[in-house]
């Protein structure tokens, strides 16, 4: 017997013929496990080959809003509330994101507002739909029921720390996040093992976020980081590599809304009043013959111009003070079209009085001539994984940077970049190491949300990433392929 951390990895029977990632599997995950929790001993075991593991993408959905969300009641894992009108609606919009999209199975919670949710979502597709008692949402015992209030009158210590430290959270003597996760692996052991390549999973909130750490190896210490809003869309990518090395996982997308991103809202169940946002440049003009030295240092090109007009447009409902932006050619134009917008914009008010939006140019996010560099001399580790570590190395302190900038008077600090910047930036924020770059894949035009409940301070919770649903017709398809089709066989 082996004693590891919970959130370390999934142990899988011989018999089993699911084959998953390096996150996940015992032979490679230890590496990547950023769990300090030891509350566990799983038998150790051998792993098996990783030949004949399929592609797949896994699309999450959290349900439309029931009645106790409504309530503000806490659920848990009981079955008593349904959908509201908003919740319906909420549904069918996320049918209509992902109408286009072919599905191989969906796999849904048995409690009634995620099956109906699920119900809306799938429509007359004659694939099947496969409950899974183990995608029902955490089991809270005796919280299970109550009004907030309640809770916290009832419970006091208890309920303070379920706010507060989730993960140590102890209730009629269980641990719920603890055997949430535990229960998370469980699923993607059936899930991976099924096959298929497109996948839809609808449940909800906590599992949901359980099934995303999972995944890409988070521990039950970032429970309530990864958010979920009701309909939220994620997507993961699970692509084979060559032989003998372990599958790449991949969170391609965090919590697609129904609704705007930015809109005013709670994070992890409180208010944020400060955010940084994360603007990935446009499209880029394909110059051919250009140095490849200065690959990644392109302007931006005319679908790139309608992509930040379209952001610029979606962040007119928050007042911008300072947008920061990489010096890099496509990113300061990127920034001047915001700025420009805002500025427009605020003159028009009841005031008209133009709102002036500081545009800071940082050198230190300046990563499009290191991208350029890497691609010159084919510096990678796979065609996968390329090797970014001289970027997160730059970007270590800048990230302390922007937080001491939203320190001060700022709400809201708009970070201008190459998507690869964003990346780095956020493995900072979520206090990883460079393994974990190449988790996460942002697109050009994508927007990424970072709230902070707690102020600078305190941990971020990340809102979405890589949302593209505000650039209208030149959106990125929700199940769009990462790589080329022959690269995911």
């Known amino acids: 017997m082996l004693a590891i951390s919970p959130s370390s990895f999934l142990i899988i029977p011989k018999s089993s013929q699911c084959r998953i990632s390096s996150a996940l599997n015992p032979k490679f995950s230890i590496i990547r496990s950023s769990s300090s929790v030891n509350d566990a001993v799983l038998e150790e075991i051998e792993p098996e080959s990783w030949s004949d593991f399929p592609a797949k993408r896994v699309v999450l959905v959290r349900h439309g809003q029931s009645t106790w969300n409504a309530e503000g009641r806490i659920q848990g894992s ?49 694939e099947p739909m496969v409950p899974d008692v183990d995608l029902r949402e955490i089991d809270l015992y005796s919280f299970q029921g109550l009004l907030k209030h309640e809770g916290e009158e009832k419970f006091g210590t208890a309920f303070r720390q379920w706010k507060l430290d989730a993960p140590n959270f102890v209730i009629d003597g269980h641990y719920p996040v603890r055997e949430l996760w535990t229960r998370a692996r469980s699923c993607w052991d059936r899930i991976l093992a099924h096959e298929s390549k497109s996948v839809l999973i609808v449940a909800h909130n906590a599992v949901n976020q359980a099934l995303v750490a999972t995944a890409i190896g988070l521990g039950t210490e970032y429970f309530r980081v990864l958010l979920q809003s009701n309909c939220g869309v994620s997507v993961l990518d699970f692509i084979p590599q060559a032989e003998d090395k372990s599958p790449y996982i991949c969170l391609n997308r965090l919590n697609q809304t129904p609704n705007s991103p930015i809109a005013a809202g709670s994070s992890a169940g409180r208010k944020a009043n400060k955010r940084i946002i994360l603007v990935s440049h446009g499209s880029l003009v394909n110059n051919e013959e250009a140095n490849l030295s200065l690959l990644g240092n392109q302007p931006l090109s005319a679908l790139g111009r309608i992509q930040l007009q379209k952001t610029a447009e979606l962040l007119l409902d928050l007042k911008v003070d300072t947008v920061v932006s990489s010096p890099g050619k496509a990113s300061m134009e990127a920034a001047q079209i915001i700025s420009k917008i805002q500025e427009a914009a605020e003159s028009l008010g009841v005031d008209s009085v133009p709102q002036h939006v500081d545009v800071k140019e940082m050198k230190d996010l300046a990563v499009e001539t290191i991208l350029g560099q890497l691609k010159q001399g084919a510096v990678v580790d796979s065609k996968l994984v390329p090797n970014f570590s001289p970027v997160w190395d730059q970007t270590r302190k800048v990230w302390q940077t922007l937080l001491d900038e939203l320190s001060g008077s700022s709400e ?26 190449g988790s996460f894949h942002l697109d050009e035009g994508s927007i990424s949300v970072i709230d902070f409940p707690d102020g600078p301070s305190g941990k971020g919770i990340i809102r979405c990433m890589n949302y593209t649903a505000h650039l209208g017709r030149w959106s990125i398809p929700i199940t769009k392929p990462t790589l080329d089709e022959e690269d995911m066989n």
């Open 412 to 437: 809201v600090v708009v970070v201008v970049g190459h998507p690869t910047l964003h990346i780095a930036l956020m493995t900072h924020c979520l206090n990883l190491s460079k393994q974990w770059l």
């Open 78 to 126: 009981s079955n008593f509330s349904v959908l509201t009108t908003k919740g319906e609606a909420q549904a069918e919009t996320s049918r209509q994101m992902l109408l286009d999209d072919s599905f191989d199975v969906c796999f849904t919670s048995p409690l009634t507002r995620s099956k109906r949710t699920a119900e809306i979502i799938w429509g007359n597709r004659k």
